[in-house]
T-cell receptor, first 111, second 114 residues
Framework: GESVGLHLPTLSVQEGDNSIINCAYS??????FIWYKQESGKGPQFIID?????DKRQGQRVTVLLNKTVKHLSLQIAATQPGDSAVYFC??????????FGQGTELSVKP | NAGVMQNPRHLVRRRGQEARLRCSPM?????VYWYRQLPEEGLKFMVY????????ESGMPKERFSAEFPKEGPSILRIQQVVRGDSAAYFC????????????FGSGTQLSVL
């Protein structure tokens, strides 16, 4: 089965609130993780990545946290906007660049 | 600077027909990956190719599916004798070199088998 999965399939938040999307992985040898955003009818769009030698990385309005002890990854979106509504996937990198994707979490932003 | 280009965007085939999906990687990228996405699911790896070489086809079904990436032209994912279960979105991604973690994805081809 997949080594990367998500805790919740859907998440609904109020516009302006912060969003937290979680992901669990099972391969302790994985050393690189990526979050992608996929809007309806489009391909996955890169958001942010993190290597296993880090536990936090920040981008514009997004932060990724990595907890290697419990093999958990999260994506935090600050001040969520309607344009953030999409399905979010975490992906784990194996050697050779073959990404393994989780099931995805659908984020819905209420105005 | 065009991104990964896939065509067609939508492809309708009847059972038993052949489907050909095309992918042109980003300029300067010589590594191509194909993924399949069923409704409400994540992307499943199918095959990884370099120019004229198949590097990893561990996700490809053993029958009816094939992929190529010739020296000139786009990468082609070919599905022979399609069945309804082949209906899915097929995404192509590219990278500039091997072992490059961040992949750039195209907009996908939605295959519908009637």
């Amino acid at each position: 089965g997949e080594s990367v999965g998500l805790h919740l399939p859907t998440l609904s938040v109020q516009e302006g609130d912060n969003s937290i999307i979680n992901c669990a992985y099972s391969n302790s040898a994985s050393d690189y993780f990526i979050w992608y955003k996929q809007e309806s009818g489009k391909g996955p769009q890169f958001i942010i990545d993190i290597r296993s030698n880090m536990d936090k990385r920040q981008g514009q309005r997004v932060t990724v946290l990595l907890n290697k002890t419990v093999k958990h990854l999260s994506l935090q979106i600050a001040a969520t906007q309607p344009g953030d509504s999409a399905v979010y996937f975490c992906a784990e990198n194996t050697q050779g660049g073959k990404l393994i994707f989780g099931q995805g979490t659908e984020l819905s932003v209420k105005p | 600077n065009a991104g990964v280009m896939q065509n067609p965007r939508h492809l309708v085939r009847r059972r038993g027909q052949e489907a050909r999906l095309r992918c042109s990687p980003m300029k300067g990228h010589s590594h191509v990956y194909w993924y399949r996405q069923l409704p409400e699911e994540g992307l499943k790896f199918m095959v990884y190719l370099q120019k004229e070489n198949i590097i990893d086809e561990s996700g490809m079904p053993k029958e009816r599916f094939s992929a190529e990436f010739p020296k000139e032209g786009p990468s082609i994912l070919r599905i022979q004798q399609v069945v309804r279960g082949d209906s899915a979105a097929y995404f192509c991604a590219s990278s500039p070199r091997s072992h490059f973690e961040k992949l750039f994805f195209g907009s996908g081809t939605q295959l519908s088998v009637l």
